[in-house]
């Protein structure tokens, strides 16, 4: 079925059903060495993306769920608010980035613009929001490790940073952290984009070369308020987008399809593959906890722009920025000491100097995204 022919309705159905044909879903499996299992490893870069079910614990999500409805509680009322609904000074007021983002019900506060690198060139559709809906939703939480530990924790995760690991080598590297929020029926949507900026035209570049996120899913997924994801694209270079879209007349690509997850199924997704999120007119909220990592070979010495001031990766940055990999290692430990405990092979033998508390919070943690390693 071409994206543009019948209705949305009969397009979310057939990419539900796409999604399960794929064979790129299921728990996490480990080889006796420690590396990821081949199937799921060959499944991951045949379609990239691979959804990992049931990851995280009834106890860890529980953990998630209340840190997070306790930072809506503290967050701005509204767009450009310095306090929260019941006048006290709002969660990360105090930061030196704005943490929660903004935007007007189920519109596309990205598409057709010069944000974030222009990276998202074509307009998706915007339904008209509720008559009683507020001017402003939030559609996203910067930097989640600093407000809520248990983000901080998850970062933490042995079997996720393992896999990371059997990706990217025992020295991958962090990205960035964010908490993409889908109210029902007001969430925004997300433009079709690739994650990735830097590497397009390198020599080098490969189906890895802008690393991957993991995508922790609070409440599920759906085909109506998750990600759509066009498989094996990450292969195939940097997509003209535009031209994508409006060969199609539609925003509905062909041959996408969502990621679909249960609560605590958290979702490996390549930053090169080509996807979007519709806005939200379904009755199910979504929460997604987004974290990733790169080859440290793709990130040394890089020279890019961050935060408005061109910046260049180098070891320093690298090894400074990573110290938060440490840190949430040992957070972890201290809630779940009867985990097997993470080594991370760049920073093995500092664990002293990476303990998780209340000094290494401010010294470690406060602000840690100024140093982040975007590609």
């Excluded at 539900?16 to 990821?36: S, Y």
């Amino acid at each position: 079925m071409d994206g543009n022919t019948g209705t949305l309705e009969s397009y979310v159905r057939e990419g539900g059903r796409k999604a399960f044909e794929l064979g790129n879903r299921g728990p996490i499996r480990f080889n006796d060495d420690g590396t990821l299992d081949q199937e799921i490893l060959d499944a991951y870069w045949r379609c990239g993306f691979y959804v990992l079910e049931g990851a995280l614990s009834a106890e860890e999500l529980e953990d998630l769920r209340a840190d997070m409805e306790q930072a809506f509680e503290r967050a701005p009322y509204t767009k450009d608010a310095v306090v929260d609904a019941q006048g006290r000074p709002a969660l990360g007021s105090d930061l030196a980035r704005p943490t929660f983002r903004f935007a007007k019900p189920l519109s596309d506060p990205y598409g057709g613009t010069d944000l974030v690198s222009g990276r998202h060139p074509a307009k998706m559709s915007e339904p008209a929001p509720p008559a009683d809906a507020p001017d402003y939703v939030i559609n996203s939480i910067g930097s989640p490790l600093q407000i809520m530990d248990s983000c901080l924790r998850l970062y933490g995760h042995p079997q996720l940073l393992a896999i990371a690991a059997s990706i990217n080598g025992p020295d991958f590297t962090p990205f960035t952290e964010s908490v993409i929020v889908k109210r029902a029926g007001l969430g925004p949507s997300v433009a079709w984009h690739h994650d990735g900026t830097t590497h397009w035209d390198s020599p080098d570049l490969d189906e890895g070369s802008h690393g991957f996120n993991f995508m922790a899913q609070l409440y599920g997924s759906t085909a109506e308020n998750g990600v759509w994801l066009l498989p094996g694209s990450h292969k195939e270079g940097k997509s003209d987008i535009k031209g994508l879209v409006e060969e199609n007349g539609s925003d509905r690509l062909p041959g996408a399809v969502p990621m679909v997850c249960e609560p605590g199924d958290v979702v490996m997704s390549n930053r090169q593959a080509l996807h979007a999120s519709f806005a939200n007119t379904s009755p199910d909220r979504r929460i997604t906890i987004n974290f990733g990592f790169h080859r440290r070979s793709c990130v040394l010495n890089v020279r890019t722009v961050h935060g408005g001031q061109e910046v260049v990766y180098d070891e320093e940055r690298v090894r400074e920025r990573s110290r938060v990999i440490a840190l949430a290692i040992d957070a972890r430990h201290q809630r779940f000491p009867h985990e097997d405990r993470y080594v991370y092979q760049p920073l093995a033998g500092e664990e002293e100097a990476n303990r998780w508390s209340e000094g290494t919070r401010a010294s470690i943690l406060r602000n840690y995204n100024l140093k982040d390693l975007g590609l």
